[in-house]
């Protein structure tokens, strides 16, 4: 991370990766969701796997994935990824967004707003040490644009710097389609932008008013040994079996986290139901 990417990272909780995608790679992966659509939890093999081999190759973009190295506490060349990946979330003008009035924020850092719960029960949250300046995350969302989206146009919003703070909400700035409060800030970005975002971050899908159907993807990681989704969402290295240039990288990335962490995590859930 360069020192811009790092200080919007801590101060903000995002920041922007301009052409992180190539035209190619933009016009390839915008077709193909446009003929399959919105999809929660998508890629998963129960659902018929991986829609292409450009969502494949998503899963480890070396631009990105060093990046991620840091955000996860590791050195930006560490070989072995000190993350991976949790769900493929794909969005369009389709269920996430029918009438394109916007969603309602959601996130925040439950370290802070939680602090009694157990850590298996938190993996939204963000942290840095200030002795090492090393950072260490949990979800952590990497946003693929294949539109251009300007201010006020729609797409990802956020209320920057909310991954600090021990406070909800207000309830009245939740719901984008009954106004959107001042403080929200709309994140532009050109077709092939990333937008690199903590989960602690307080963000929202924002009222849809540019001229072109809205499709982003958002690939969402976790450190190693921990995971956000429930095990019946879990990607195997066996997914890719069928694809190309699937390298051991790519396998560690979709290994679920050990069934002791998986165990642990639902006996917490039980008696904290």
């Known amino acids: 991370m360069n020192k811009e990417q790092r ?4 101060t903000w909780g995002f920041f922007t990766v301009e052409d992180a995608l190539t035209s190619d790679q933009v ?12 999809e929660l939890y998508s890629q998963r093999q129960e659902n018929g796997g991986f829609w292409s081999q450009a969502f494949v190759d ?20 560490s070989e072995s990824p000190p993350f991976r990946i949790d769900h493929i979330n794909v969005h369009t003008h389709g269920v996430f967004n029918k009438d394109l009035a916007g ?9 802070l707003l939680e602090p009694d719960r157990p850590q298996e029960l938190q993996t939204i949250y963000f942290d840095r040490d200030p002795a090492t300046d090393a950072f ?40 984008m389609s009954k106004g959107v409060h001042p403080m929200v800030t709309p994140v532009p970005a050109r077709a092939g932008t990333a937008i690199i975002f903590t989960e602690a971050l307080a963000h929202v899908t924002l009222p849809w008013t540019a001229p072109s159907p809205r499709a982003t993807l958002f690939y ?3 450190k190693q040994g921990v995971a956000w989704s429930q095990a019946n969402y879990f990607f195997q290295p066996s997914d890719t079996n069928d694809w190309q240039g699937v390298d051991d990288r790519k396998r560690a990335i979709l290994t679920p ?14 008696k904290e139901a």
């Open 27 to 38: 016009a390839e992966l915008k077709a193909t969701t446009a003929e399959r659509g919105s």
């Open 7 to 10: 200080f919007a990272f801590d």
């Open 220 to 222: 969402k990681y976790t």
């Open 257 to 270: 986290p050990p069934q002791a962490y998986v165990d642990r995590k639902a006996e917490l859930a039980k």
């Open 58 to 77: 998503l899963l480890d973009v070396p631009a990105i994935s060093a990046l991620l190295n840091e955000i996860y506490g590791c050195a930006p060349s």
């Open 103 to 111: 969603g309602k924020i959601h996130g925040g850092n439950r370290r």
């Open 136 to 175: 260490d995350n949990g979800l952590v969302a990497v946003a693929y644009e294949l539109e251009d989206t300007v201010c006020n146009g729609g797409g990802f919003g956020c209320l920057a710097g909310s991954h600090k703070s021990p406070y909800n909400v207000p309830t009245a700035w939740v719901d």
